[in-house]
């Protein structure tokens, strides 16, 4: 079935970065609505204040413009956050419930789960757990979330952060990849972006860096 996104009208922050070229002409090409933000790199806005890192002004524009949804890349390309209709974003965690939940139902989902790390929300894994889905943890990293794949044969993977791994179609995180499968479920699904997107109630959590304050973990009276 060949994705169509006639009728939506799509902003794409593309955070002046590798995709702002090819970003905004593949939905072009799908029959979307372009709205493209952040599509003149210099060398030195990459990421400046725009992006996947800093979704606000994506936020303003998808309300500015009454747009169905909003996507924003990094600089390199291979993060992706997603802003509903109504401007809010919606994180990692969230869009791999919804990719794993298409590819399941499509059966397309292989070895029977996916891969994500300790950041993820426990509300993910409840969801998962209830439609008989799988939850492998990994370290934080999309290296350890790629090993993880590899060695359960899963296809899906991902970060809270929005590095999205789509294995059927590559083995590193692709934003575009991982933006064209959310579209396909926002337009199968028939509800807006922030129904079809809002899969499960998080679970509150904290995550918060710790300070080490002790001695070189490399010294030698500790190692």
Known sequence: KHLRLDGMKIVIDCANGAGYQ??????????????????????????????????????????????HIGIALDGDADRIAIVDEKGQVKDGDQLMAMIADYANKHGHLKGGGIAATLMSNLGLEHFLRA???????????????????????LNI???????????????????????????????????????????????PQVLRNVKYTGASPLSREEV
């Not at 090819?22 to 992006?51: Q, S, Y």
């Not at 179609?169 to 575009?176: F, R």
């Open 157 to 203: 993977g991902g970060e809270q952060s929005g590095h999205l791994i789509l294995g059927d179609y590559a083995t590193t995180g692709d934003a575009l990849i991982a933006g064209l499968q959310i579209l396909a479920g926002v337009m199968e699904s028939g509800k807006t972006a922030s129904s079809a997107l809002t899969m499960f109630t998080p679970v």
């Open 22 to 67: 090819v970003g905004p002409i593949i939905l072009w090409e799908l029959g979307a609505e372009v709205i493209p933000l952040h599509v003149n790199p210099n060398g030195f806005n990459i990421n400046k204040e725009c992006g996947s890192t800093h979704p606000e002004s994506l936020s303003r524009a998808v309300l500015e413009h009454g747009a």
């Open 131 to 153: 439609r008989g889905i799988g939850l492998h943890r990994t370290k934080v990293g999309d290296r350890y979330v790629m090993e993880a794949m590899k060695e359960h044969g």
